[in-house]
């Protein structure tokens, strides 16, 4: 089944089903970096498809659905007053032995904890813009901002993300 897309508008708007189907796995995805945890991502996901039945004719009739439900998504992960349940983390003296896998990249596994600490809306930027691969535009589209609010966010939460690896690296001295 394909998707209507911006450039394809001779095909029909696809039907709920059929949306939810398709996108599920990259809306989970994006709920699950945006979270950090799979508990909150299925809840994250499954309240925005809520939302997004809810309004299915506008959504359908957008010139990108997928635009407009990650706008969904992100802004219900941005303002959502339900506390993640990071609180419930452990601190340890040493980080647990983890095996990886060949070819894995080492870089991302010691980044994401930095991340995932992030506060939301700066947590959103990255996840949107580097695991994602979002435009500036996309991104200030899906949070309902301006580009240069994404620009000054994304130069917020690397400055702290650097910041936070170079404690992590001086502590580990």
């Known amino acids: 089944m394909a998707l209507r897309s911006p450039a394809r ?12 189907g398709a996108r599920w796995t990259a809306l989970y995805r994006t709920a ?13 996901a499954q309240a925005t498809l809520v939302k997004a039945y809810l309004a299915w004719p ?10 407009y439900v990650r706008r969904i998504l992100t802004n219900a992960f941005v303002s959502s007053r339900r506390p993640l349940r990071v609180s419930r983390e452990r601190l340890v003296d040493q980080a ?18 930095h991340v995932a600490a992030l506060p939301p809306r700066q947590r959103a930027v ?3 813009r580097y695991y994602e691969d979002l435009t500036e535009q996309q991104i200030a589209d899906a949070l309902g901002c301006s580009p240069g609010t994404v620009k000054s966010t994304a130069s917020d939460a690397l400055r702290a993300l650097r910041g936070r690896i170079a ?7």
Do not use: C, F, M
Not at 58 to 67: E, G, Q, R
Not at 99 to 106: E, F, K, L, Q
């Open 126 to 128: 990255i996840v949107l």
């Open 9 to 20: 508008t001779d095909l029909p708007p696809p039907s709920y089903e059929e949306y939810v």
């Open 32 to 44: 699950y970096l945006l979270t950090g945890n799979h508990a909150d991502a299925e809840d994250l």
């Open 167 to 173: 404690q992590t690296e001086g502590e580990r001295s």
């Open 58 to 67: 506008k959504v359908a009739a957008a010139s990108s659905p997928d635009a």
């Open 96 to 113: 647990p032995e983890v095996d990886v896998p060949a070819g894995h990249d080492d870089d991302r596994l010691v980044l994401w904890p």
